[in-house]
């Protein structure tokens, strides 16, 4: 695997790490270790007021105010899963191969992310933000992620002035990502109400900074 070969739609996150944990899936079934997928995990990043601020991202103007997004979505690996499908880990550690890398297909920094790395530069602390800025995490299993999620996009879609919908950013060319009970539960995976569903945890970010 090479980030070239991963699948990518601007604004459309959520479906860029579904597709890189099949594109992982996918590559661990060749490699006769399907086990291994329990060493990724599809994160998302939101909080009830749909405020979160991501330093380092592609569709920031200058380097040093952040995107605020309604909500973002990562994946991370262990730095030895990484290493197994192809990815060199330019400045990661590498000495035990537990360490834990980032994928976000929307950042500046290096691809795949150390860890602790990418926390620090996309996310700094919250103690000096606004409440209503804080950032919560929903971490998810891929496999879970990949078998439970389904997005009909229709968050994605605005209503013009004569009644009709326009999309606010063009969809992905392949069909929506739907289970066979399910066509639509973004909105459960973005919540961080951790009493909501089972979809993964819930952290702080000072506690998702320690996983």
Aim: glycine residues 4%; contains cysteine.
């Amino acid at each position: 695997m090479q980030r070239e070969d991963l699948l990518y739609t601007s604004h459309y996150c959520e479906e860029n790490v579904w597709k890189f944990c099949e594109s992982v899936r996918g590559f661990l079934a060749g490699q006769h270790s399907p086990n291994r997928l329990n060493e990724c995990w599809a994160v998302f990043v939101s909080n009830a007021n749909k405020t979160v601020p991501i330093w380092c991202q592609k569709a920031s103007a200058d380097a040093d105010h952040p995107v605020v997004w309604d909500y973002h979505v990562i994946a991370v690996t262990t730095s030895s899963l990484a290493e197994r499908i192809g990815f060199k880990l330019q400045g990661s550690p590498t000495n035990t191969g537990a360490e834990k890398v980032v994928f976000d297909l929307d950042t500046n920094l290096l691809f795949p992310c150390a860890f602790d790395e990418y926390i620090s530069k996309s996310f700094g602390s919250d103690e000096k933000l606004q409440k209503m800025y804080h950032r919560w995490f929903r971490v998810v299993q891929a496999e879970q992620f990949l078998a439970d999620f389904a997005s009909d996009r229709s968050h994605m879609k605005k209503m013009k002035k004569d009644g009709s919908f326009e999309w606010s950013a063009p969809p992905p060319p392949y069909a929506p990502i739907k289970t066979k009970k399910c066509e639509n539960n973004i909105e459960k995976f973005w919540s961080m109400d951790e009493t909501s569903n089972s979809f993964g945890t819930v952290l702080s970010l000072m506690d998702f900074s320690k996983i």
